[in-house]
DNA sequence: GACGAAAGTTAAGCATACTTAACCACGCAG
DNA sequence: CTGCGTGGTTAAGTATGCTTAACTTTCGTC
């Protein structure tokens, strides 16, 4: 039970990714500033000019007052890193899991950082394998897509034949928000 | 390109989600007090103080100085949420992916409250999918397993006969940490 | 009913990651 | 070669979520 404070261990902040990300991605663009940063992540130049202090000190990032921003090697594989993550995520929230694409790439974003290489590489592998032409791969998108829709126009029962037993509706409909009408308890 | 300031916007932070997980399992076993919260969650006394005064304010506990310890309605909701998302995302990492238990738990615990709900709904379901004796389910276990395997021991070609194509080894090589003998350029 | 230990609290301090305000640096126009 | 505007910086302030140290409250024991 002392998992949950490794949290604030990662090598990478939530933050930190996003800064590699857009020096990453603006670098491929032509050039870097901290202005372009600012603009690029809706934050503003202060705030860049102090991570960029943090990345430097962290050996991810090179930067001297007044000067131009670049990535170290190992700011750049992280970044690469981080990146690849969030496309292997965003594909398997979209096309396995058939989340409309906003929310995909949303729920890529957050965990894209916090998700382990491991567990990273077996969303690759799950993903490329349930989208491949391998038979059985065509055949469980076609039975899971039944699935679903079963399961969305489901039975109320607590046997449910889709389930084979024991019907998901219930443990569904807790995890949905379903309260909508207690927020002004906030005071 | 704004999505990634919402981090830290979500409903719960990592922080919160553990306290309230924590309250809530304590509640059941008998009893829940200052002292017991600080000690299942390896933090001072002086922070579950100052946590619960935050939860309170935001209507999810309820706690008075030197009173007890309880959960509102609404915490409670978010508590069992995020405890059956955690538990979910476990069962997922470990019997679908097929993680090592501990690092399933991890990437569970790290990711929990950052998953929208309608995203947890879909890993249930394709969990359950998966699981169960679907006649379609249980041939992906095999072709899966066997899938996994071929790609452990790949060939190095850029023809992966796995991969109907490309081989994904190239992108696994890059998403798994390679470089360890540069720790020491952090000065 | 006083006493001391255990439980709980406040206070002060730290780190992160922002904000705004105000101040510096630098290059180009005149 | 002066001056001004843009880009960049520091400084100070905020919020979260911790820490330790010191203080208060409560309660069981005698």
Redesign the pocket.
């Known amino acids: 039970m002392e998992t949950w404070?490794r949290f604030h261990e990662k090598q990478l902040?939530?933050?930190?990714a996003h800064?590699l990300q857009a020096i990453a991605s603006l670098t491929r663009a032509g050039g870097t500033?901290?202005?372009?940063i600012a603009e690029r992540l809706?934050?503003?130049?202060?705030?860049?000019?102090?991570?960029?202090?943090?990345l430097t000190t962290r050996g991810l990032a090179k930067?001297?007052?007044?000067?131009d921003v670049t990535l170290t090697v190992e700011g750049q594989r992280l970044a690469a890193r981080t990146e690849r993550s969030r496309d292997v995520l965003t594909e398997f929230f979209g096309e396995i899991l058939g989340l409309d694409p906003a929310t995909a790439e949303e729920d890529a974003c957050m965990i894209e950082h916090l998700v382990s290489p491991d567990s990273m590489v077996r969303f690759l592998r799950l993903t490329a394998f349930l989208r491949s032409d391998h038979p059985t791969a065509e055949r469980f998108r076609e039975a899971f897509r039944e699935y679903q829709n079963a399961c969305e126009s489901g039975t109320e029962s607590a046997h449910c034949p889709v389930c084979h037993g024991r019907c998901l509706r219930v443990a569904l409909e807790e995890l949905i928000d379903p309260v909508e009408g207690e927020k002004e308890s906030l005071s």
């Not at 902040?13 to 930190?16: F, I, N, V, W």
């Not at 500033?33 to 372009?36: E, G, I, K």
């Not at 930067?63 to 000067?67: I, M, S």
């Open positions: 404070k902040t939530h933050s930190m800064y500033s901290v202005s372009a809706g934050v503003s130049k202060a705030g860049v000019t102090s991570m960029l202090r943090s930067h001297e007052p007044y000067g």
